[in-house]
Nanobody, 118 residues
Framework: QVQLVESGGGLVQPGGSLRLSCAVSGSIFSINIMGMGWYRQPPGKERELVAS???????NYADSVKGRFTISKDNANHGVYLQMNSLKLEDTAVYYC??????????WGKGTLVTVSS
């Protein structure tokens, strides 16, 4: 099993920054991880992809966060991070970490709430 624990959420003013972290643990070897990513679910809306990073470190971002958010991971795939700058009201959501292993199985964290408000 794989456990994912997100942290770093909170209340921030528009224009502010937050850094989300996701700790990956459990019976998985880093070599088995195909990709890691962050998703979010705004109030009353569907869950959506924010950013993803593959084993080769290629990244993908939602258009709405390009230039403001940066995804990264550590070399051992024990953590994935999301640096969020220039936060907007519409970035308010529960942010989830996702890990996908070779074979297609995916694991999710329980989420961390980000609230952007003045």
């Amino acid at each position: 099993q794989v456990q994912l624990v997100e942290s770093g959420g909170g209340l921030v003013q528009p224009g502010g920054s937050l850094r989300l972290s996701c700790a990956v643990s459990g019976s998985i070897f880093s070599i088995n991880i195909m990709g890691m990513g962050w998703y979010r679910q705004p109030p009353g809306k569907e869950r959506e992809l924010v950013a993803s990073i593959a084993g080769g470190r290629s990244t993908n971002y939602a258009d709405s966060v390009k230039g403001r958010f940066t995804i990264s991971k550590d070399n051992a795939n024990h953590g994935v991070y999301l640096q969020m700058n220039s936060l907007k009201l519409e970035d308010t959501a529960v942010y989830y970490c996702k890990v996908t292993v070779w074979g297609g199985e995916a694991f999710w964290g329980k989420g961390t709430l980000v609230t952007v408000s003045s």
